[in-house]
Every structure is written in structure tokens, then in C-alpha cells.
């Protein structure tokens, strides 16, 4: 049986008419002009140690290195999207960089693309910093805004929204000046995302619903795909569950038949999300699961970390508390190795609600305490608000046990203002207010019992 990429060879070149070098050029060829994400073969894994074999025995060689880098960057660009790794394209960093190449901005640009994904955050930031001081000396403008769009995506992974809207307007306006209607609706899609995670849903959607306009006038199914995640993200966090659920289905569907790692676990961790909230604990579960797996696939430890946080709260809601220490730990340890507060503070705050649950009070104050000191040295968008907003309200109850009831008062008024913003957080809002309740109840108890031993010695 023939795989597609070698039906392709030999159809175009068979074996008995010409000499190794022109497979090489048919690898090349595929490699660099064939494989975009919504028409790539299926490789399996022979082909793809086929391909690279190629690829890094044409780097090594005395007169193909332009082309092999050519190849290189063309493969590890669609593999950045399928199976991302990074051994072909350092390999033609280390070539380009000493042979002079031209082609070394396109190779710190592909690096600095997967780099990211995988939650190496500052290494990227180095190599297309790079790649944008070499385009600019090139004059190669459209260059340039393709790694300020990939540094602004990054920036948003951080929450540095600010950041981030300034390096995508800047890039939006070299797309506009190029008349290159696709980058500038990709910057459409990175803005709205920043809206999104913000909590500035109205605006969110209007900038998602026209970027998304713009892809489907073009029959560019990536990016309009890519739109409908955000706005299932926006219509989950402002309870709408059925339209969210609805659209991420959609999203999911159209990321698999893609073939796209990236949006394809992120839109299984938002369809764990919203089954969770309705408390839909086994397909939540599954759904976290099988993003968890794909994570791991694509080597982004972050969304590694996110999927075992979000399978950790699926357990204590199912009472399956002993099975939920090994995940918030392999999260946490996972956050701490690529420097996200947020993330730890997330996974910490779940160790210290299993804490809770099982009653073991000292442990679950020091470790909510901790969470609640990274979350208030990091930028949070709404999902970190949120989170803050489940620790404080534990932390609220711990106070209350301890009689310390003006501090139980102080953190569940804060957590019960954080979770009015969203109205399907109205159950977690109500459990602040009766908490509330009872923490003012048992201090006046306590000082009616304070007065009453005061009277009652004075009387003796």
C-alpha cells in the first residue's frame, strides 16, 4: 500500500527516471508549498522520519542548503500546527546563521511560532524580536507584522493585554498599508480575544463577528473557526449555556477536520468548561481528558496544567478527593516551569479546596493564603478574577470557622462583587451572602455571650 507522500514521488518522479536529487526536489516541493493545515496529507510516522531524514541530510550537505532550509522552514511551519517540534528547524537557524543566509528571519520567525505554543515565552520573544530587526532591514513590512501578530497572541497567553493591543494595532496597520485583507483579519480575531479574556464581552463580540466576516468573504475556515472559540468562550461566561455549547461543537468539529492541534484541545477545554458548570461531571471529565492528552501532544504545558485544574475540580465535585492531589501537583509543577502566576495560583487554589473539603483546616489556609498572594502579584483576566474569587471564598470559610468573622466578612464581600459581574456565577454568589449570613450571625452570638459575662461578673 502506497502512502500519499510517496503515491505523490513516484507519480511524479518514477524511480527508474532520474537520481536521488529529484525526490529531494519532490520533498522540497510538498514540504514548503503543500503542507498548509486544511490540505496536508495525513502523515504517518515512517513518512514523517522520512521527511525529516531528507530535510537534515540536505542542511548537512555542500550545495542544497538554501533549498533545505527553504524545506525546513516549510515543514516545521506545518508541523507548528500538527505535531510541533523543533529539531529541523534549529538545525537551519544553526546553517543559516553560518553560511550568512537570507533566510535566517523566516527561520527565528518559525522558531520563535512553535517556541510559543509550547509556553517557552521569553526564548520566543528573543528569536522573533530577532526576526523583526532582520525583516526591517530587509524592508520585508508584512514580515514584520506577522511576528508582531505572534507577539501579540503571546502577550494575550500572559494577560498583558495592554501589551498586546499595542503590538497588534501596529501590526494591523502594516496588513492594512500591504491591502492584505487576511493578516488584518487575523489581528481582528487577536483583539477580540483580548477583549474577550478582559471580561469586555459587547466589545469582544462585535470585533469577533467582524473578523469573522472578513474570513468567511475569503472561505478561510481557520481563522472563522478560531473566531467561533472566542465567542463560545464569551456566550459560556455570560451563561448562555446552550449557544455556547452550541458554537463550540461547531468549533470542534471544524478544528479536527483542520487537523489543527492548537484550536482543537482549546476547544475541548472550553466544552469540558461549560459541561462543568452544568454539572455534567462525566463529559466534562471526558472532554478534559482527551484535551489533556492533546496538550501533551502539542507540548504546551500550560494547557497541560489548565485540563488537570479543570479535571481536579470535576473530582471534588465528585467526592473522588484522594485522586485530586497528584493532578493540582503535576499542575502546579507544570505553571512553576514556564513562570505562570496565574496558573500556579489557579492550581494552588484547588489543593487548598480538596484541603478543605476534607477538613484538613490548616492546610488549606496556608495553601489558599499562598494562592491568594501569587494572584494578587499577577495580571487577571476574567477566568483569574474568577478563580481569585473561589479562593477568597474559601479563605471565607476557614475566617468563619475560626471566629475570625470580620475577615470572613471582608474576603466573601469581595468574592460575592467578583462573582455578580457574571450571572452564572449567581449560585457561587448566593453561597458568599449566606456565608455572609452566618458569619455575622455567630459574631453578634459571640459578642451577645461576651456582654452577658460581663454583666454576669459585675452582678457576683
Request: charged residues 25%; proline residues 2%.
Amino acid at each position: 500500500m502506497l502512502s500519499p507522500i510517496r503515491s505523490y514521488v513516484l507519480l511524479h518522479h518514477p524511480i527508474a527516471d532520474g537520481p536521488l536529487q529529484d525526490l529531494r526536489n519532490a520533498y522540497y516541493q510538498l514540504a514548503y508549498e503543500g503542507f498548509v493545515p486544511d490540505k496536508a496529507p495525513n502523515l504517518d510516522s515512517k513518512e514523517d522520519i522520512n521527511l525529516d531524514t531528507i530535510i537534515l541530510d540536505a542542511l548537512r550537505s555542500a550545495d542544497e542548503k538554501e533549498d533545505a532550509i527553504t524545506a525546513a522552514i516549510g515543514y516545521s511551519t506545518y508541523l507548528n500546527r500538527t505535531q510541533p517540534r523543533v529539531n529541523l528547524i534549529e538545525a537551519a537557524i544553526q546553517i543559516a546563521r553560518n553560511t550568512g543566509s537570507t533566510q535566517l528571519a523566516g527561520c527565528l520567525q518559525c522558531y520563535g511560532g512553535i517556541i510559543r505554543i509550547q509556553s517557552q515565552y521569553d526564548a520566543a520573544y528573543v528569536a522573533l524580536d530577532e526576526a523583526i530587526e532582520r525583516y526591517i532591514r530587509m524592508g520585508s513590512l508584512l514580515e514584520v507584522a506577522d511576528c508582531l501578530w505572534m507577539i501579540g497572541d503571546t502577550l494575550i497567553l500572559q494577560n498583558r493585554f495592554d501589551e498586546a493591543r499595542s503590538k497588534v494595532e501596529e501590526a494591523r496597520r502594516h496588513f492594512i498599508e500591504a491591502n492584505y485583507s487576511m493578516g488584518a483579519a487575523d489581528c481582528l480575531l487577536l483583539l477580540g480575544a483580548a477583549y474577550q479574556a478582559q471580561g469586555k464581552f459587547d466589545i469582544a463580540t462585535s470585533t469577533l463577528e467582524d473578523a469573522r466576516s472578513q474570513y468567511a468573504q475569503s472561505s478561510e475556515r481557520l481563522g472563522e473557526t478560531n473566531c467561533l472559540l472566542e465567542l463560545g468562550t464569551v456566550y459560556f461566561a455570560r451563561g448562555q449555556y446552550e449557544a455556547a455549547l452550541s458554537i463550540a461543537m461547531e468549533a470542534k468539529l471544524a478544528h479536527a477536520e483542520l487537523r489543527d492541534s492548537w484550536g482543537f484541545p482549546h476547544t475541548l477545554l472550553l466544552l469540558g468548561t461549560i459541561h462543568y458548570d452544568q454539572g455534567q461531571y462525566p463529559e466534562a471529565c471526558s472532554a478534559a481528558e482527551e484535551a489533556r492528552r492533546a496538550c501533551n501532544r502539542l507540548g504546551d504545558k500550560s494547557s497541560i496544567a489548565k485540563s488537570l485544574v479543570l479535571m481536579g475540580n470535576i473530582l471534588i465535585k465528585q467526592g473522588r478527593y484522594d485522586e485530586v492531589y497528584p493532578l493540582a501537583e503535576d499542575a502546579r509543577d507544570a505553571y512553576t516551569s514556564v513562570g505562570n502566576l496565574q496558573g500556579i495560583a489557579d492550581s494552588l487554589t484547588l489543593l487548598g479546596d480538596v484541603y478543605l473539603q476534607e477538613g484538613k483546616i490548616d492546610m488549606a489556609y496556608s495553601t489558599l493564603k499562598e494562592a491568594q498572594s501569587q494572584f494578587t502579584q499577577c495580571s487577571k483576566g476574567w477566568y483569574g478574577s474568577m478563580r481569585l474569587a473561589d479562593c477568597n471564598r474559601a479563605l471565607g470559610k476557614i475566617y468563619r470557622l475560626q471566629g475570625q468573622y470580620d475577615n470572613a466578612i471582608e474576603v466573601l464581600e469581595e468574592a460575592r462583587a467578583t462573582y455578580s459581574t457574571q450571572s452564572r456565577k449567581k449560585p457561587d454568589e448566593d453561597e458568599c451572602t449566606k456565608e455572609i449570613e452566618l458569619a455575622l450571625q455567630e459574631r453578634d452570638n459571640c459578642e451577645n455571650v461576651g456582654e452577658k459575662s460581663v454583666v454576669s461578673s459585675v452582678i457576683d
